[in-house]
């Protein structure tokens, strides 16, 4: 049994849980149950392997992983995209009213506040929660978040004890087809000026959060929290550019022995990406 101060609730002597970055179901869509090795393929460190391996820690209260459990993982998590089961998201989004953007045709923003199905708080709730363990501690082998003096005010918000700071917006980016990349990557800082700006990746869904008094006035009306119709970016270009972003890295990495032979192994599934939004 680990005690120690839990970063959420800020009560000290508490019993630690062994705490999830992600939460913990959200591996069971990396496997593929119907291969030798399920494990998906790891890349860390520019490091390639398949592994069962999840980040974790022993972190936070257990009264506190209840309110990550119930206020954001327990209904996104089985909404995200899976291999063969579609992504359930994707198919509620799609019915919502959209504006598409007249330069782009490969370019909608969804409103998500008219379809009652989709559950935005809990949408956002997990978004921002992954944001801020990644801000509150230092996980194994990942990048530390630093959201500054913005960090308590998130975790409050988080707590439900008050708005989302003003100088945050999250911006969330969908791909719009059934069959999304089923990769997961971890939350890292992608620029500092103008403002901070983090992001991660998880099948199917982008997250992107902004953080300072220099986020422009466009970034702040696509606030997945402030704006009330409640905006979803959808964009198939998003499916490519995590395509690419994934291959470069596996490109640049070591691979082990066994994910080479994984890699070089005729599969009888496809991992091409869609090339067509499915709108
Ligand atoms: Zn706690």
């Known amino acids: 049994m680990q ?5 959420f609730c800020l009560r000290d002597g508490v019993e630690l849980q062994d705490s999830h970055y992600f939460s913990q179901a959200v591996y069971k869509g990396f496997r593929a149950e119907e291969l030798q090795n399920p494990n998906p393929l790891v890349l860390k460190a520019g490091r390639l392997w398949q592994s069962s391996e999840q980040v974790h820690d022993f ?3 257990w009264e506190c992983e209840q309110i990550f459990n119930r ?3 327990n209904w996104l998590v089985s909404r995200l995209g899976w291999q063969d089961k579609g992504f359930p998201l994707w198919t509620l ?3 919502a009213s959209f504006v598409p953007d007249p330069e782009d045709a490969d370019f909608r923003t969804y409103m998500c506040t008219g379809i009652p199905e989709i559950d935005c708080d809990n949408v956002a709730h997990f978004g921002l929660g992954v944001f801020w363990k990644g801000h509150a501690h230092g996980w194994p082998n990942c990048e530390r978040l630093s959201l500054g003096t913005y960090g308590d005010g998130l975790r409050k918000y988080l707590r439900g004890e008050a708005s989302l700071p003003w100088d945050m917006a999250l911006i969330l980016r969908i791909v719009p087809n ?3 990349l089923w990769s997961g990557r971890m939350p890292m800082l992608i620029d500092k000026h103008p403002f901070h700006w983090f992001n991660f990746y998880l099948r199917g869904l982008d997250f992107t959060l902004a953080v300072g008094k220099n986020i422009p006035d466009y970034l702040r009306h696509c606030c997945f929290v402030m704006n009330p119709t409640r905006p979803i970016l959808a964009g198939i270009h998003i499916l490519y550019d995590e395509w690419a972003t994934m291959k470069k890295a596996m490109t640049q990495s070591t691979r082990s022995r066994s994910a080479a032979a994984f890699l070089s192994t005729p599969r009888t599934h496809t991992i091409k990406p869609p090339t067509e939004p499915d709108w």
């Open 93 to 95: 989004v799609k019915t």
């Open 178 to 180: 059934n069959q999304p």
């Open 59 to 61: 972190v936070f209260c």
């Open 3 to 7: 005690v120690g101060n839990c970063p």
């Open 71 to 73: 206020s954001g993982e």
